[in-house]
């Protein structure tokens, strides 16, 4: 039977998968095919991946703009942290949909079914599914079709480190990629080496221990899939959604709008800044749509802003102009190394919700090299044992490629399928 089985180590840049570091991914690069110039989308944040990847889409597409975003809520900028548990059901009542094109379980829901566990924030993990056409398991809550809940023996209760990743993979591998009935696609999205990679300093020990840690979870899967019948047409997919910069610095842009007199006070709803970690999107109610031109020039002069992108050109980053998304800046990114010879450094934008970036540990959402720059494998028909394709590939191609494995239409998505051969 055909199948697809994705497994994802939440922000694994590319340069850090080696035989030293990662000595299981490396041995598996022999046996399937490599993707030396894969990338993400922006913000390279993992929600907006999730949805992205779930979808085939740019997020102008699906509609998830960022891990933090605005909604329009009468008449208000609303800002809102995309990784809640209840936001993608929220959007629903807002907006009228969840996301705005179907995900690959809606796409599944009669051709085989879609179970995906995940480890990473609820509201990234529910972006595979938020409407309940298949089976997901997080530790914020387990839910089959129709989102009904789960019963409690057969809830997630992990946590967010090593050992519950590995705990989740173990039951990943018994009922979803082992399953006497498996279903068509087995997606097991791991919080690491992303959440620790957050407060550690980048290329550290304790850094590269949980990069091993992960590399192990990667292998149990590995051995799994490789215990599969001979006639099971397995389509297998390691990757990572985006890469990490180091954190160099942390800027409270709203802060900086109010003090060149373009935001009337922090707390004020004329300008609302999304921060997405070394990026930020910034919103105009319709009243302050005039400062739009002063506000992108006032970004473009400080030495912290990277790619400044104005409405016309938000286009240029699969964005739109949604909810009042008027501007999109990515923080000023280096190639300076940090103390452990990790390279690519970026200033963070100042979180709403309180939490604090750290000083030389790992932070992403911009368009640095190293954010930018996920890793990806796939063996299976279509691709090639041993072999780096080196042509430009993306988070968006791998709903594409997964349903063209399956036999069935990829139309709607903005990706393409990826097996040789493939593409016009």
Same mark, same amino acid.
């Given at each position: 039977?055909?199948?697809?089985?994705?497994?994802?180590?939440?922000?694994?840049?590319?340069?850090?998968?080696?035989?030293?570091?990662?000595?299981?991914?490396?041995?598996?690069?022999?046996?399937?095919?490599?993707?030396?110039?894969?990338?993400?989308?922006?913000?390279?944040?993992?929600?907006?991946?999730?949805?992205?990847?779930?979808?085939?889409?740019?997020?102008?597409?699906?509609?998830?703009?960022?891990?933090?975003?605005?909604?329009?809520?009468?008449?208000?900028?609303?800002?809102?942290?995309?990784?809640?548990?209840?936001?993608?059901?929220?959007?629903?009542?807002?907006?009228?949909?969840?996301?705005?094109?179907?995900?690959?379980?809606?796409?599944?829901?009669?051709?085989?079914?879609?179970?995906?566990?995940?480890?990473?924030?609820?509201?990234?993990?529910?972006?595979?599914?938020?409407?309940?056409?298949?089976?997901?398991?997080?530790?914020?809550?387990?839910?089959?079709?129709?989102?009904?809940?789960?019963?409690?023996?057969?809830?997630?209760?992990?946590?967010?480190?090593?050992?519950?990743?590995?705990?989740?993979?173990?039951?990943?591998?018994?009922?979803?990629?082992?399953?006497?009935?498996?279903?068509?696609?087995?997606?097991?999205?791991?919080?690491?080496?992303?959440?620790?990679?957050?407060?550690?300093?980048?290329?550290?020990?304790?850094?590269?221990?949980?990069?091993?840690?992960?590399?192990?979870?990667?292998?149990?899967?590995?051995?799994?899939?490789?215990?599969?019948?001979?006639?099971?047409?397995?389509?297998?997919?390691?990757?990572?959604?985006?890469?990490?910069?180091?954190?160099?610095?942390?800027?409270?842009?709203?802060?900086?709008?109010?003090?060149?007199?373009?935001?009337?006070?922090?707390?004020?709803?004329?300008?609302?800044?999304?921060?997405?970690?070394?990026?930020?999107?910034?919103?105009?109610?319709?009243?302050?749509?005039?400062?739009?031109?002063?506000?992108?020039?006032?970004?473009?002069?400080?030495?912290?802003?990277?790619?400044?992108?104005?409405?016309?050109?938000?286009?240029?980053?699969?964005?739109?102009?949604?909810?009042?998304?008027?501007?999109?800046?990515?923080?000023?990114?280096? =190639? @300076?190394?940090?103390?452990? +010879?990790?390279? $690519?450094?970026?200033? *963070? &934008?100042?979180? %709403?919700?309180?939490? =604090? @970036?750290?000083?030389?540990? +790992?932070?992403? $959402?911009?368009?640095? *090299? &190293?954010?930018? %720059?996920?890793?990806?494998?796939?063996?299976?028909?279509?691709?090639?044992? $041993?072999?780096?394709?080196?042509?430009?590939? %993306?988070?968006?191609?791998?709903?594409?490629?997964?349903?063209?494995?399956? $036999?069935?239409?990829?139309?709607?998505?903005?990706?393409?399928?990826?097996?040789?051969?493939?593409?016009?």
């Amino acid at each position: 039977m055909r199948r697809a089985i994705l497994v994802v180590l939440d922000g694994l840049r590319r340069d850090l998968v080696g035989p030293e570091t990662t000595p299981h991914l490396a041995a598996f690069a022999a046996r399937a095919e490599q993707f030396s110039a894969y990338g993400t989308v922006f913000p390279s944040c993992t929600r907006v991946v999730s949805a992205s990847l779930a979808t085939g889409c740019l997020p102008a597409r699906h509609g998830l703009q960022g891990n933090t975003m605005v909604l329009v809520e009468d008449g208000r900028l609303v800002r809102h942290d995309a990784g809640r548990p209840d936001f993608l059901q929220h959007k629903r009542r807002v907006t009228g949909r969840s996301l705005a094109v179907p995900t690959l379980a809606e796409r599944l829901r009669e051709h085989g079914g879609a179970v995906i566990f995940s480890n990473v924030s609820p509201g990234a993990a529910y972006a595979h599914d938020p409407d309940g056409h298949g089976r997901i398991y997080h530790r914020a809550g387990s839910f089959g079709r129709g989102r009904i809940p789960l019963p409690e023996a057969e809830q997630l209760r992990v946590t967010l480190d090593v050992a519950g990743d590995r705990a989740m993979t173990e039951r990943f591998i018994a009922e979803a990629a082992l399953a006497a009935s498996p279903p068509a696609l087995a997606l097991l999205w791991l919080g690491e080496p992303d959440s620790s990679q957050h407060a550690l300093p980048l290329g550290s020990p304790e850094h590269l221990a949980v990069l091993k840690e992960a590399d192990r979870n990667a292998k149990r899967v590995m051995d799994a899939v490789a215990q599969l019948p001979d006639g099971d047409d397995v389509l297998f997919l390691l990757g990572s959604d985006h890469g990490h910069q180091v954190v160099s610095g942390v800027i409270h842009i709203e802060a900086e709008l109010v003090a060149a007199g373009l935001k009337e006070s922090l707390d004020s709803g004329d300008v609302v800044v999304a921060s997405n970690g070394t990026s930020a999107l910034i919103y105009l109610h319709p009243d302050a749509a005039g400062r739009e031109t002063a506000i992108t020039s006032f970004l473009t002069g400080q030495d912290w802003a990277g790619a400044v992108l104005p409405k016309a050109e938000l286009h240029r980053v699969g964005q739109s102009r949604d909810n009042g998304l008027a501007c999109a800046v990515a923080m000023r990114a280096t =190639e @300076d190394p940090n103390d452990f +010879g990790i390279v $690519g450094t970026s200033c *963070a &934008a100042k979180r %709403s919700e309180g939490k =604090e @970036d750290v000083i030389g540990a +790992g932070q992403h $959402g911009g368009l640095g *090299a &190293a954010e930018q %720059s996920p890793f990806l494998m796939i063996s299976g028909p279509g691709f090639s044992a $041993g072999a780096v394709r080196s042509e430009a590939a %993306s988070v968006i191609d791998i709903a594409p490629t997964i349903l063209a494995h399956l $036999g069935l239409p990829a139309s709607g998505t903005d990706g393409n399928a990826l097996q040789r051969g493939s593409r016009g």
